[in-house]
């Protein structure tokens, strides 16, 4: 159960990325996040697990307060929060194994990570994990040789194997065709539903949102413009979102070239 | 292709692939390093003694003895080291660059610059150190020897740098030259030249900060600088002097270090940086790593 | 057309500053006073040709020089002395490089005690600290040793910090998301990236150390180069042109080697 509350960040350039937002999300909710480049979608995934610290409000993760935790404490909350990125950020030139199993460097003693000697039980969670997203095939394979869409299920299969409680996905298809877009919506929403995993995915297209999504959060300039059912969202909602009417290109991913933005002030 | 497996027909997993090979490499490196380690008589308790000997000699050499080697002329001694480095660096440069023109392949033709490139890497693997002990005997001892021989190596090391630079450039001012009827050396002058000095010119500042570092070791055989400063205080072990001679050394290398980067950089960016304190800060920033 | 009565300004030349005037006068004073204190010798330059002192470099006494203490021992002494300076010091740059480097300090006090100490060290000309240890430990190849491994880890640290500083951050952010502590994710997430070039890196380090041993010897460290200096004493020019032909045959073989094996690793 996530609780934020009055959530602000500004970050140290003095861009404002969120204001004041406030979202409740109950477990195992499927919630996807909408809004332009640089309207805070980034940022408030990144806030709820520590990798951007909020500059006023409180978030509760589970009942742990994340907002000026220590360092253990947003250690702790990590190892519970599996996180997929746009760029998959993998390691390239090591095998797809070792990539799965950086999920599991919380749970081992340092010593163990830092020298290669990881307990059995922990290759076993990572091949789990790899069997689920279905590329256990590909287990010794260099990362770097795999397709994009190979390479997000590997970096799904990651955040996997921490048996995370919570799965943040910063806008995982923007890399990638539609086709193989569908086949990782498709892999998410399942983990959501077969796992319980609440999920929260930012999304670029409205066609994939509402295809794949339940609850729609849309936030426009970090302040949170709607938060509601997906069925709900009409032509006055997209402007209040994206501020202008909606085009046949913002409803279709087909026409587009996916988007390379490296999230840095968002 | 596949989403989810559904696991009523479960994929195998792929077998371990076998680490034999790793050993196969890793062996022979151990056997080098324990060879090594064994001729060179290095035993435990050599080792455990290193640290004991160094940290007696630290302690004597604290406080370092400022006074006594400011009467001896150290000071002197290392601005004679900067003069050896600046001029030696000066004749590397002005030499190498015409050089430089003619070993550029899209420059010269191949006649011309493959000997010039030999000449280049013969030099080069030359070490200043050993060009010092030969030209001592022909101009005898002190700074000149140093000088000719820190100059003669950097004619090799600018030159191939240099070369490169030319390598890389741009074509089309040249063709331009060449179009409204100018002669080679035009194209060179008004073509290449423009585009090449500025990177040419941060390599001659970065050679000059290397130079006072190897002039400073030439005066350790005589041929000038402070290095034979270091070498008699060695020599009557007194530690004191030794390291204030050392600790001189240090700040006047970084201080030539910090002038020398603010003025590559400006030189790269070609902007015009009138802001005193943002230039010491850049410095201060180079030295210590601590970004304010 | 053209309209030659030109009613519009024509620019006036810059007129050139007259600081950078006055600068480079300053920097020609300097020079000309730099040049009259280093005995600027122009003659030198064709005397240096025609001087008796080229007829003691030849013939070469082969007999001489292919003996077994002359060269052979001396050479094996060199390259022991090599591999061990290269070891040690490449091993005790790896973690100082993760320490220099902003992406993967651990805290800024780490981070500026590293990088003054290393600036401090880099200053020194190595020749210095090589005659300082021989002082503090005595002539032979345990001081050239240790004053190759200072010099090892110098470079290292300078070339493999840049390194580290440029690597991709982001399996470094994925590594930390899953709630790993620093230095598992820095193992995880960066090493594999910039292990390669540190290998390479190391190679170059050992050619540069077989070729450092020559100059080694002049203040009494060991190896090949003490005997060069003896010889220097005795002015045997011949013996040590011989030697130096067989060393930098040694260190082409070498560089060959090492030129082949960094292809690999890239």
């Known amino acids: 159960m996530i609780k934020i509350e009055r959530v602000s960040v500004t970050y140290p350039g003095g861009v404002e990325a969120l204001r004041n937002v406030d979202i409740e999300i109950d477990d195992g909710e499927f919630v996807v996040i909408v809004g332009l480049s640089g309207a805070g979608k980034s940022t408030l995934l990144r806030v709820l697990n520590g990798l951007v610290p909020a500059t006023s409000g409180s978030i509760l993760v589970d009942g742990t307060e994340v907002v000026n935790a220590n360092s253990q404490t947003l250690r702790q909350v990590r190892s519970k929060t599996g996180m997929i990125f746009q760029t998959f950020n993998l390691v390239n030139r090591t095998t797809v194994l070792n990539n799965v199993l950086m999920g599991r460097l919380a749970s081992v003693p340092s010593w163990r990570s830092t020298l290669g000697l990881w307990p059995s039980e922990d290759k076993e969670a990572a091949m789990l994990a790899l069997e689920r997203v279905g590329i256990i095939d590909k287990t010794y394979v260099r990362a770097s040789n795999l397709s994009g869409g190979q390479q997000q299920r590997v970096g799904i299969a990651r955040a996997l194997a921490q048996e995370p409680s919570l799965m943040l996905a910063d806008e995982p298809v923007a890399a990638l065709d539609p086709v193989t877009s569908r086949q990782v919506m498709g892999d998410l929403q399942k983990i959501n539903r077969e796992l319980g995993i609440t999920t929260l995915v930012n999304l670029h297209f409205l066609d994939l949102a509402k295809e794949y999504g339940k609850r729609l959060i849309g936030l426009r300039d970090g302040v949170l413009v709607y938060d509601g059912d997906i069925s709900d969202v009409n032509d006055e909602t997209f402007r209040e979102i994206y501020g202008r009417a909606i085009t046949s290109e913002d409803l279709h991913a087909m026409n587009e070239e996916p988007q390379q933005s490296i999230g840095n002030g968002k | ?292 | 057309m053209n309209d030659h009565t030109n009613t519009s300004e024509r620019p006036v030349k810059p007129k050139p500053r007259a600081r950078s005037f006055f600068i480079a006068l300053v920097l020609l004073a300097l020079t000309f006073w730099a040049a009259i204190k280093v005995s600027f010798d122009i003659s030198t330059f064709w005397e240096v040709w025609t001087n008796p002192i080229w007829s003691m470099f030849w013939p070469i006494p082969w007999d001489w020089v292919f003996t077994k203490e002359n060269t052979f021992d001396p050479l094996i002494e060199t390259l022991q002395i090599a591999i061990t300076s290269t070891l040690v010091g490449c091993l005790l740059a790896l973690p100082i490089s993760f320490a220099m480097s902003s992406l993967t300090t651990p805290n800024k006090v780490i981070y500026f005690i590293s990088k003054t100490v290393m600036n401090l060290v880099r200053a020194v000309p190595d020749l210095f600290w090589a005659k300082l240890l021989v002082t503090a430990i005595g002539i032979g190849a345990f001081a050239g040793a240790w004053s190759l491994t200072i010099f090892s880890l110098a470079v290292m640290v300078k070339l493999f910090s840049e390194t580290v500083d440029a690597a991709d951050p982001r399996p470094l952010e994925a590594a930390r998301s899953s709630g790993a502590r620093h230095l598992p994710a820095v193992k995880a997430g960066v090493l594999p990236t910039v292990f390669p070039s540190y290998v390479a890196y190391s190679l170059y380090i050992f050619e540069l150390n077989i070729r450092a041993s020559v100059v080694l010897g002049l203040v009494g460290a060991g190896g090949v180069g003490r005997v060069i200096e003896t010889q220097r004493q005795f002015f045997r020019f011949d013996r040590i042109l011989g030697l130096l032909i067989i060393i930098f045959g040694i260190v082409w073989v070498i560089e060959q080697i090492s030129v082949s094996l960094r292809k690999r690793l890239v």
């Open chain 2, 1 to 292: 292709m596949e989403t989810l497996s559904d696991t009523s027909t479960p994929a195998k997993r792929p077998p371990a692939p076998k680490t034999i090979h790793r050993w196969f490499i890793a062996i022979p490196f151990l056997i080098a390093i324990v060879w090594s380690l064994i001729g060179l008589n290095i035993t435990l308790s050599r080792l455990l003694d290193a640290p004991g000997d160094a940290w007696s000699i630290l302690r004597q050499m604290v406080p370092p003895a400022f006074d006594e080697v400011y009467e001896r002329g150290a000071v002197g001694k290392i601005f004679e080291s900067v003069y050896i480095a600046w001029i030696g660096t000066i004749i590397g440069a002005f030499a190498s660059l015409p050089l430089a023109f003619l070993a550029a392949h899209n420059v010269a033709p191949i006649w011309i610059r493959s000997p010039i490139r030999q000449l280049f890497n013969a030099i080069r693997a030359v070490p200043e150190l050993i060009l010092a002990v030969i030209l001592i005997p022909i101009t005898g001892l002190g700074a000149w020897a140093g000088t000719l021989a820190i100059g003669l190596h950097s004619i090799g090391t600018l030159g191939k740098w240099a070369c490169e630079s030319i390598e890389d450039i741009d074509e089309g001012p040249i063709e331009a030259t060449r179009a409204c009827g100018g002669k080679w050396v035009s194209g060179m002058r008004w073509g290449v030249l423009p585009q090449v000095m500025p990177v040419i010119s941060s390599y001659w500042l970065f050679r000059f900060e290397i130079n006072v570092r190897a002039s400073a070791v030439l005066g350790m055989i005589g041929a000038g600088g402070v290095g034979s400063e270091l070498v008699s205080q060695l020599s009557f072990r007194n530690f004191p002097a030794a390291s204030a001679v050392l600790i001189m050394t240090m700040a006047v290398v970084l201080t030539i270090d910090t002038i020398s980067a603010a003025v590559r950089r400006r030189i790269i960016k070609g902007a015009v940086t009138t802001d005193e304190d943002s230039r010491t800060l850049a410095a201060i920033t180079d030295l210590t790593g601590i970004r304010s």
